[in-house]
């Protein structure tokens, strides 16, 4: 089984910080990636994660516990811009590279 | 990372004709992927597309609804056949590319087909 989950909708302030859960079945893990898609664009890659731990980049950082099948993506200092639908995506073994998303977190951000 | 210009961006298509989508890549890639997003929804794969072999088709896409040609290393296009309103999404290709810590997937920018 491949079940990405992650909520559907998500509220927060600017300037405050968010984050976003996923969970994932366990068997034939691969990597774990999140992707940012603004209404009416393509998704655009934000981050990788293959081990445990946490990767920073900027106001973006991404965890990952294999044991758990659980990621989340950090947003710090959240700006207006960062209004977005965020997809959680699995590579698994048994599905060669291909990126399996979860049906998207959206974020809406307020002033 | 790689570019990929896919066309057209959208189209409006009468019921039971068909579609081609074109993705040219601006490097060669082994695999390349393709997906598709209703709206308001997440993407999902339709099938990966293999150089030199038939495309592997994810459950519920068969090849005589999405046929893929992959000719080459950088070039693929999917058709949508037979088209009815339900085919109404954006159809999306992707390639998985090198990135500066690991690897990641380049999308091209869509195709909005709208079936009336």
């Known amino acids: 089984g491949q079940n990405i989950d992650q909520p559907t909708e998500m509220t927060a302030t600017e300037g405050a910080i968010v984050q976003i859960n996923c969970t994932y079945q366990?068997?034939?893990?691969?990597?774990l990636f999140w992707y940012q898609q603004h209404a009416g664009e393509a998704p655009t890659f934000l981050s990788y994660?293959?081990?445990?731990g946490l990767e920073e980049k900027g106001r973006f950082s991404s965890f990952l516990s294999r044991s758990k099948g659980y990621s989340y993506l950090l947003l710090k200092e959240l700006q207006m811009k960062d209004s977005a639908s965020y997809l959680c995506?699995?590579?698994?073994?048994?599905?060669?590279?291909?990126?399996?998303f979860g049906k998207g977190t959206t974020l809406s951000v307020s002033s | 990372s790689a570019v990929i210009s896919q066309k057209p961006s959208r189209d409006i298509c009468q019921r039971g004709t068909s579609l081609t989508i074109q993705c040219q890549v601006d490097?060669?890639?082994?695999?390349m992927f393709w997906y598709r997003q209703q709206p308001g929804q997440s993407l999902t794969l339709i099938a990966t597309?293999?150089?030199?072999?038939?495309?592997?088709?994810e459950s519920g896409f068969v090849i005589d609804k999405f046929p893929i040609s992959r000719p080459n290393l950088t070039f693929s296009t999917l058709t949508v056949s037979n088209m009815s309103p339900e085919d109404s999404s954006i159809y999306l290709c992707?390639?998985?590319?090198?990135?500066?810590?690991?690897?990641?997937?380049?999308f091209g920018s869509g195709t909005r087909l709208t079936v009336v």
């Open positions: 992707s390639v998985e590319v090198p990135e500066t810590d690991g690897y990641g997937y380049t």
């Open positions: 366990t068997s034939g893990f691969n990597g």
């Open positions: 994660n293959v081990l445990d």
């Open positions: 995506a699995v590579t698994f073994r048994e599905a060669g590279t291909a990126l399996i």
């Open positions: 490097s060669q890639v082994t695999m």
């Open positions: 597309a293999n150089q030199g072999s038939e495309a592997t088709y």
